[in-house]
């Protein structure tokens, strides 16, 4: 190998891997080095960007925790985990989206038509709809994770004045597939910026504000999982989320009540529901395993 050039250097590292590499990993890990080479000769890298991107991924590494992962928020930011979700939805399921990193395993059940808002401040909102199959019949026994920041765009574990819990819930659906529950408006807010990710957005002019949205990872036996979050028409910052999440198909309308006799069947507490209150109705379907 004494003789390796910049024209043969792609050529030696893959002859390094060992015969015996599973083949997924020789297939992904060849094209990963092709396009790191290319990339270094196409920019023509200098020794100093080099060394600026890797003291970013120092820096990525020193500040993640297990609360904070800065290499997923990298990967969001550069459009990566959208990427990757698109790469793999199916045209007639509820497309996914972002998982980000504010979920929580082990949130309290709350029964179909149970009341997330609790004290929270903010707009009443009432979300209800079918989980179902792509031939449309609904998914009897679907179990789905719910999380949404509160009215000052914060999630509970991000806020010292939020129980660990609050605005987060687990439900399971009945025979007729229906989830249904209240909660309070979710509020845009900013990404975490103030690691290397927020140098990256603020040296490439960037803003870091992410749509308001509410979070859901569902699942039931024989279908795919979905991990995806649903966003409401009017947000100012629809079309400029800093994680690219948004999709068309998982835009929902609220429609404001101002008459409390509209609140749907089966809704817990409703006498706790003040005018104006907003309506959500959004299903989900789920593609087959
Ligand atoms: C979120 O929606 O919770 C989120 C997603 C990606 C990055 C940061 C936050
Ligand atoms: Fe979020």
């Known amino acids: 190998m004494r003789t390796v050039t910049k ?9 390094y891997i060992g015969d015996d590499t599973d083949p997924r990993t020789r297939f992904v890990l060849e094209s990963l080095v092709r396009h790191l080479h290319d990339f270094a000769t196409e920019t023509m890298l200098t020794h100093e960007e080099w060394r600026k991107g890797l ?11 297990p609360h904070r992962n800065e290499f997923v928020l990298f990967s969001d930011v550069l459009g990566l985990s959208s990427l990757v ?3 793999h939805s199916e045209p007639d399921s509820t497309p996914s989206s972002v998982l980000g990193p504010f979920h929580i395993l082990g949130a309290p059940t709350l029964p179909v038509g149970g009341n997330m808002k609790a004290d929270n401040d903010g707009a009443a909102i009432i979300v209800s709809g079918i989980v179902k199959s792509t031939d449309g019949t609904p998914i009897s026994g679907a179990e789905i994770e719910i999380w949404q920041t509160a009215d000052n765009g ?8 939020q129980e ?13 597939g229906r989830y249904a529950f209240t909660t309070v408006r979710p ?31 569902i699942t039931a036996p024989g279908h795919r999982t979905l991990v995806t979050e649903v966003f409401p028409s009017d947000d100012p910052y629809l079309d400029q989320d800093a994680v690219f999440g948004v999709r068309e198909k998982l835009v929902m309308e609220y429609i404001e009540q101002t008459d409390l ?7 817990a507490d409703s ?14 379907v789920l593609g087959a395993e």
């Not at 024209?7 to 002859?15: I, K, N, R, S």
């Not at 914060?154 to 004045?161: G, I, K």
């Not at 660990?164 to 007729?176: Q, W």
């Open 187 to 217: 509020a845009p807010y900013i990404v975490p910026d103030d690691g290397p990710v927020g140098e990256l957005l603020d040296a490439t002019g960037r803003q870091p504000w992410r749509p308001s949205h509410l979070h859901f990872i």
């Open 154 to 161: 914060l999630y509970s574990n991000m806020d010292p004045d």
């Open 164 to 176: 660990d819990y609050n605005l987060r819930a687990h439900m399971v659906v009945g025979d007729d």
């Open 271 to 284: 006498d706790k529901i003040q005018a104006p209150y907003f309506t959500v109705d959004f299903d989900f």
């Open 55 to 65: 003291e970013l991924l120092m820096k990525a590494g020193e500040i993640s925790s």
């Open 261 to 267: 006799n509209n609140i749907p069947n089966g809704i």
């Open 7 to 15: 024209d043969t250097l792609t050529q030696a590292f893959l002859d």
């Open 85 to 87: 979700d698109m790469l």
